[in-house]
């Protein structure tokens, strides 16, 4: 009993000793989280249609190598939500590769996922 209470002090004492720690970090840790965070996931027609050669999710390495990575599309100068959909919804814009066509629901949701990785310190991977 006697020695239980030893452990459990010092599991306490660890504890609070994270605590003063983590409270001294104010500023800098807000970034990263909100980066961890704000990964979404892909639906799954982009993981199915486009993953094929495009890089759909983190790290972003596109298995054809002449398809630019979804994150390097989303961080282009003055992409939008709105401006993607009416390009996916059109299909006869496609290069010669991307055989597919999708519906408006469909362009909207492919859209929406490629703006939600656009990042203000986006960097282009090399
Ligand atoms: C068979 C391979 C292939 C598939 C599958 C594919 N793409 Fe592409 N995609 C390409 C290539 C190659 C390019 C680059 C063409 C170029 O730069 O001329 C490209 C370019 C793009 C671009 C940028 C166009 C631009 O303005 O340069 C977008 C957006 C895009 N693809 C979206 C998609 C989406 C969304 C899907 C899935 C629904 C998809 N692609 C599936 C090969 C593919």
Redesign the pocket.
């Known amino acids: 009993m006697h020695m239980l209470q030893k452990v459990l002090f010092r599991f306490m004492l660890l504890f609070l000793s994270a605590l003063a720690v983590s409270a001294c970090q104010t500023v800098a840790p807000e970034r990263a989280e909100t980066a961890l965070v704000s990964q979404p996931t892909p639906p799954n027609?982009?993981q199915g249609?486009?993953g094929?050669?495009?890089g759909v999710e983190p790290p972003f390495l596109s298995p054809?190598p002449?398809?630019?990575s979804f994150a390097d599309?989303a961080n282009r100068q003055g992409m939008s939500e709105e401006s993607?959909t009416s390009?996916?919804i059109e299909a006869h814009n496609?290069?010669e590769?991307?055989?597919?066509e999708?519906s408006e629901s469909e362009a909207g949701e492919?859209a929406r996922y490629?703006i939600s990785l656009q990042s203000e310190d986006y960097e282009k991977a090399p």
Request: hydrophobic share 60%; net charge negative.
């Open positions: 027609l982009v249609v486009c094929d050669c495009h054809n002449s398809a630019p599309i993607l390009w996916l496609y290069p590769l991307m055989d597919f999708l492919v490629l």
